[in-house]
Nanobody, 121 residues
Framework: QVQLVESGGGLVQPGGSLRLSCAMSGSIFRVNAMGWYRQAPGKERELVARVFSSSYTNYADSVKGRFTISRDTNKNTVYLQMNSLKPEDTAVYYC???????????????WGQGTQVTVSS
């Protein structure tokens, strides 16, 4: 059973920075990608950034140049460094892992409980 524990959310002023962390524990055969999604009130959950096992990364257009995703494979942890935050970045941020529980299993998605990020003066 994979468990994801997020930390680092909070209240920050526009232009400020936050760093989110997500630690993965439990048994998983293979990780295809780790990433962050967010959901603002009244909106659908959207991809923010992902890092694949190959180290390839992709970002939502709205965060390119401001957010950086990174992964520490030794610690099974993924980070999201968020700079130049804007009020429209306000949302609940969810950690996601896409992977296989066994060699014959299909890809599954695992989710953290979410952490609130509020950007406001």
């Amino acid at each position: 059973q994979v468990q994801l524990v997020e930390s680092g959310g909070g209240l920050v002023q526009p232009g400020g920075s936050l760093r989110l962390s997500c630690a993965m524990s439990g048994s998983i055969f293979r990780v295809n990608a780790m990433g962050w999604y967010r959901q603002a009130p009244g909106k659908e959950r959207e991809l923010v950034a992902r890092v694949f096992s190959s180290s390839y990364t992709n970002y939502a257009d709205s965060v390119k140049g401001r957010f950086t995703i990174s992964r520490d494979t030794n610690k099974n942890t993924v980070y999201l460094q968020m700079n130049s935050l804007k009020p429209e970045d306000t949302a609940v941020y969810y950690c996601n892992v896409e992977g296989q529980s066994a060699w014959s299993s299909p890809l599954s998605n695992y989710w953290g409980q979410g952490t609130q990020v509020t950007v406001s003066s």
